[in-house]
């Protein structure tokens, strides 16, 4: 019998490569989609490509959605990307970094491919311990978004159920990356920073650096992260 | 005080454009959303642009969004549009003009919009009664989608309730008509054909002509629609 196809939303930075890894280890044929949203890097769409490959993922796609002119967001207009905000701040209030309405988007993407390959499974790691804040990071969002793709499709309107996998939802950043080397994953291949140089190097001190390098401490796991400070 | 101002989804087709004059009688300053998602003609464009300056609608955003790679549809990839099919299994099954999860993407964009405007009032021209089978167009789908804002965005979780008005849910094609036409719109300035020639004249054989014309001539108004057969 085949394995069941599941898509998976694949950016290239730790959480998702992560989640793409789950989603391989748990038998998934994995269709990975990666968006080019009009991030400020194209850093982050290599390392997709490069996590895809490492991964044995033959069949992705790489879809234009440009939110740059709706704005509003640090990743997607001329805004400041915030730099070194104490430790204590992360996961609190909703940063500049939000874009507005971003997993809707991505889940709604994911759902259109999902149903014309003929998959129930999408998998997106979204994460609620140190998601930054995000709303649509959170298990109540996910659980209505599931609930409005059964509505929503041909496939869901003929009896077919999907299901949304967000295997990292409960776990801390340093759990990520124990699940994912656990799982033989090279994070070495993948990219979190909001703002890398033009060689990749992360910077160090937004958000999700500070996240990222809290959590390889924390997990005890070497860093493989090049930074640049 | 300022009207409030409402995010309006226009395709350039006839529902689309009376939503929007219904938006602008109930005093709302609109801002029209219209998608390129690699729909076959760029007619409904045009039609998009001629609308929104008839209904003097001057904040409009055209974004991209390429659904083509995803598939699917026979108004996104290689697949015939469905041609004199019997008027009687119009609004029956499912056609091959479904686009997966297209009101889920063209929702999720138009809630993104507005929350960088400060909306909380989204119109979409969904149909129930003509609406050709879309699983997408029926009511329990748009209040499941009205349920998934407030928990997606920032304002959602900083109390702000967003509406999802579908004015057009409830009327017959003729109803539409006559609605459209209370309040002046000029019906020759939409397009509703899924296959136009280059020209922009109508096919009048597709479901699209098939509905727009049999909605015309139940209203008793007459069709300005440039046919080619």
């Not at 997709?48 to 069949?59: C, S």
């Not at 640090?74 to 940063?95: C, E, F, N, Q, Y």
């Not at 160090?204 to 070497?222: K, M, P, T, V, W």
Request: proline share 5%.
């Amino acid at each position: 019998m085949a394995s069941p196809i599941a898509v998976v939303l694949l950016s290239g930075g730790l959480d998702s490569a992560t989640t793409a890894a789950i989603a391989v280890a748990e038998g998934f044929d994995v269709a990975a989609l990666t968006l080019r949203y009009g991030q400020r890097h194209g850093a982050e769409l290599e390392a997709a490509a490069r996590v895809a490959e490492a991964l044995g993922i033959a069949r992705r796609l790489v879809l234009d959605v440009d939110l740059r002119p709706i704005g509003g967001s640090a990743l997607t207009a001329d805004i400041a990307v915030p730099k070194d905000r104490p430790a204590d701040t992360l996961g609190g209030d909703i940063p500049s970094t939000y874009v507005p309405a971003r997993n809707t988007i991505f889940l709604s993407l994911a759902l259109a491919w999902a149903e014309v390959l003929g998959a129930r499974d999408i998998f997106i790691g979204a994460n609620a311990v140190d998601y930054s804040g995000y709303p649509d990071c959170r298990p109540e969002y996910l659980h209505a978004f599931e609930r409005l793709a059964q509505l929503a499709t041909r496939a869901g309107s003929e009896g077919g159920r999907f299901t949304i996998h967000a295997p990292l939802l409960a776990l801390s950043k340093a759990g990520i990356i124990a699940r994912g080397s656990e799982l033989g994953l090279d994070y070495g291949t993948t990219v979190s920073c909001y703002d890398p140089d033009t060689a990749g190097a992360a910077c160090g001190r937004c958000d999700a650096c500070q996240l990222r390098r809290r959590g390889f401490e924390e997990s005890g796991i070497a860093d493989p992260t090049r930074y640049r400070s």
